[in-house]
């Protein structure tokens, strides 16, 4: 064979097995690759399901307010008349030295109670202790007055809680009449005649109770009387069914303390009682946001005097009953408040022909033809808003909240009604 021939073999023998050698180390390469490419993905998959954990371990509930967000909300609650929301952000040795009810009592005594504006200079924390350096503008019955103060705080059940300072302690428990009546109610199941649980609302003003007491299981609450809603005999009265769901909001499973009446027993052997939820009358509350009048009834009158100072601010707010049509207000009971049956414009009520409302008819027949004395030189008492003025032309005018010239009138009396304001001899103001 020839040289040249021999050495072509070998060349392609050498060439051919140089093809095998390399083609199967070319998969394993390419299978490296896509698998170098493939697990970042895996790995970033996990990173993504690592940090979604761990977002869900480090999820908190909402930060706690800081000791100014808490001076703030008190202020503002007190602003918005919402004394149970301002007094609950006091810690607890405050509110055993100082009832809800006087606290609130204050705030009436005082109305109108306006914070005009306050500001922070410098807040101070050291471990569970702070306090809070504060300027305050203040407009009450008795004037306008300035403050600068330091307010301290504490922390307790998990934020910060306002600590009374002694002069707010003074103010708050040598409030006239009402802070004298409130301190005589209970403030602690302790001085409860009776603890009990609500098992049922009946309607706004009779609940069920449980345990019985006496072998009695209803109780009526003491001072106040409802639109009517369960008598087989009777319609459903305008405003019943919302005065028995709110009491059925606020009673219905609830844990209550029962303060008994003089007389403990009505004529329907049920217990004549007032009823405290966390501390706070019901009673109170329910006249007070106008679903309930007042229905003071001997002997069982000890807190006459408040209810009665609750129902002229609801009445002068418009709430509730108050807030209702002559005509409806007349399908109501009459206790003597200027509504229900029976009470001025009435007869006309009964045919529709009467539309007038609640603050601008039927309360007036509650309230003394003439009017009642300013609170301060500028204000009148928030159950008769209304401003009696002489003007320089010698002339009787008299100025609602609407007028544009409400604020700067200085009033000489005041009215709870347009109606009583007429009758009094004035005329409304014409701006």
């Known amino acids: 064979m020839r040289p040249w021939i021999l050495l072509a073999i070998v060349l392609f023998l050498f060439i051919g097995c140089s093809e095998e050698t390399n083609t199967p180390s070319e998969q394993p390469q390419k299978k490296s690759t896509e698998k170098a490419h493939k697990e970042p993905v895996k790995e970033e998959k996990k990173d993504g399901e690592g940090e979604g954990s761990a977002s869900k371990q480090e999820s908190t509930p909402p930060q706690e307010k800081s000791p100014k967000e808490v001076l703030a909300s008190q202020y503002e609650h007190i602003n918005s008349g919402d004394y149970k929301a301002a007094y609950a952000l006091f810690d607890t040795q405050s509110h055993q030295i100082v009832s809800l009810e006087q606290y609130k009592a204050y705030f009436r005594e005082n109305s109108p109670y306006y914070i005009d504006h306050y500001s922070f200079n410098s807040v101070n924390i050291s471990g569970d202790s702070g306090s809070v350096r504060a300027d305050l503008s203040v407009h009450s019955s008795s004037g306008d007055d300035h403050y600068h103060l330091t307010q301290k705080l504490v922390r307790q059940d998990g934020g910060w809680r306002v600590v009374m300072r002694d002069e707010q302690v003074a103010s708050f428990t040598s409030a006239d009449n009402s802070s004298a009546s409130a301190s005589a109610s209970p403030a602690s199941g302790e001085n409860y005649d009776a603890t009990v649980t609500v098992s049922r609302v009946v309607d706004g003003d009779t609940v069920e109770i449980s345990p019985s007491i006496s072998s009695t299981e209803d109780v009526r609450l003491i001072g106040v009387d409802t639109p009517e809603t369960v008598d087989p005999d009777e319609e459903v009265e305008p405003y019943g069914p919302e005065a028995s769901d709110f009491a ?115 309360s007036a027949s509650a309230e003394p033809t003439g009017g009642v004395p300013p609170i301060s030189e500028q204000d009148c008492p928030p159950s ?48």
């Not at 609830?254 to 019901?282: H, P, S, T």
């Not at 309930?292 to 002229?312: I, L, V």
């Not at 002339?395 to 304001?421: K, L, N």
């Not at 009758?423 to 014409?430: N, P, S, T, V």
């Open 248 to 362: 059925t909001s606020k009673l219905e499973g609830e844990r209550v303390g029962l303060e008994f009446g003089q007389e403990k027993f009505d004529d329907y052997d049920r217990l004549l009682a007032y009823v405290y939820v966390d501390g706070q009358m019901f009673n109170e509350d329910h006249i007070e946001q106008g679903y309930a009048q007042t229905y003071p009834y001997e002997p069982n009158t000890k807190y006459a005097d408040r209810f009665e100072m609750a129902q002229q601010e609801a009445r002068a707010s418009g709430l509730g009953i108050w807030n209702l049509s002559l005509q409806e207000q007349c399908q109501l009971a009459n206790h003597g408040n200027g509504i229900g049956e029976g009470s001025a414009g009435c007869e006309n009520a009964a045919d529709g022909s009467t539309s007038a409302t609640a603050t601008t008819s039927a």
């Open 384 to 431: 008769a808003p209304i401003k009696g003025n002489d003007s320089s032309s010698g002339e009787s005018i008299y100025h609602t909240r609407s007028s544009a010239t409400y604020d700067e009138t200085y009033p000489e009396e005041c009215f709870a009604t347009e109606a009583a304001a007429q009758a009094a001899g004035y005329r409304k103001a014409m701006d």
